[in-house]
């Protein structure tokens, strides 16, 4: 969705994701192309899967201005972050405070990438609130939502987006809402 979201805004080259370490997004290829590549548990298949861009949690000042630095250099290669707010799961359970999480959408927003919020674990009072980022006061572009949806009696997941990814699909071009550009034939 993000990808195509900046294909049907004329970006042809933002299909990269800026990730965190000891994040986890899932089993599927695109998505362990998203966790981390040394210490979860797809090191077995490094060399497969498309590059992406892995960043540290920005918690302290310097790893601020890092993150802030990556988003800046490469902006126009990033269709989006993703990341497990306040809590990395599968990862090891590792937390951040919403300060963090505030700093790294806010960056986001002043270099025009998206924000992706994996709230697959935290969402529906996990976390406390009924959804983690509501802690940080962070609205993401696109939000993933599953487990808790329906308490476990039914396998369901959602992907909800804010109104200006819907709007970049709303056309009465029918390619807008398939998969169109170079890279995609
Ligand atoms: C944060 C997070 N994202 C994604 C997933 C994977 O979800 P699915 O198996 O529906 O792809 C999980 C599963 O544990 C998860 O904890």
Known sequence: MAV???LNKGHVNRDRFV???HGYHGDTFATMALCDPDEGMHRLFGGVFPPQMMA???TDESLQIGFDRLLSTHRERIAAVILEPLVQGAGGMKMHDADSLRFIAATCERHDVLLILDEIMTGFGRSGRM???EEAEVV???ICLSKALTGGTL???ATAARRHVFEAFWSEDNGAALMHG???G
């Open 4 to 6: 195509q979201y900046w």
């Open 19 to 21: 990730c965190f370490r």
């Open 56 to 58: 540290e949690l920005p």
């Open 131 to 133: 959804f983690a980022c």
């Open 140 to 142: 993401p572009d696109i």
């Open 155 to 157: 396998p369901l997941a």
């Open 182 to 184: 170079p890279t995609y």
